[in-house]
């Protein structure tokens, strides 16, 4: 098996394991917003709170009209991971994005990953080449020069920070 391979297998993993614990979490677990991504070159910020944890979506972007997107916010049964899905539930997204950022508070990433759009026949989603955004220990960002203004879907998975007795 080809390292990409492998690891496009390990991600679809991790994105079902997200998706299934979603799916059973109860109402103070998990979180679905919906909101208008917006055009016209001018910073926005859209943000969901769950508990004392928050993810942050900042983008500025260009091109057509609004495109409605939708934010995920989930926390496991046990508090120690905090997700964070920002995503076009129609895929592939027509607007060009000159930029993005998503910062999650209260937890550190573990995981991220980005996408550019859904492939043809909605079979599977075609990740960002890694050189298009950085990954830091509390924000997932485009990487200016590199990324091609191409994105559908943003994952973060953060270790949450408990305080020791």
């Not at 909101?35 to 001018?42: A, E, L, Q, S, T």
């Not at 260009?62 to 120690?80: A, F, H, I, K, Y």
């Not at 960002?141 to 949450?160: A, D, M, N, P, Y």
Request: with cysteine; charged share 25%; net charge positive.
């Amino acid at each position: 098996m080809a390292c990409d391979d492998h690891i496009s297998s390990c991600v679809k993993l991790l994105a079902l394991l997200v998706v299934l614990c979603a799916a059973r979490a109860s109402a103070d677990r998990t979180k679905t917003l919906d909101f208008d991504v917006k055009p016209g070159g001018v910073v926005q910020t859209f943000s969901a709170k769950l508990k004392k944890y928050k993810c942050t979506f900042t983008y500025a972007s260009q091109g057509g009209t609004n495109e409605q997107w939708q934010m995920s916010v989930g926390l496991s049964d046990d508090e120690q991971m905090f997700s964070c899905s920002v995503w076009r539930p129609q895929g592939k997204s027509y607007l060009f994005f000159t930029q993005f950022k998503a910062e999650i508070k209260g937890a550190k990433i573990e995981y991220a990953t980005a996408y550019s759009q859904t492939a043809v026949g909605g079979q599977r989603d075609l990740a960002l080449k890694e050189e298009e955004y950085i990954v830091s220990e509390s924000a997932v960002t485009h990487r200016q020069g590199t990324f091609r203004s191409e994105l559908s879907k943003l994952l973060v998975i953060g270790r949450t920070r408990h305080d020791e007795l």
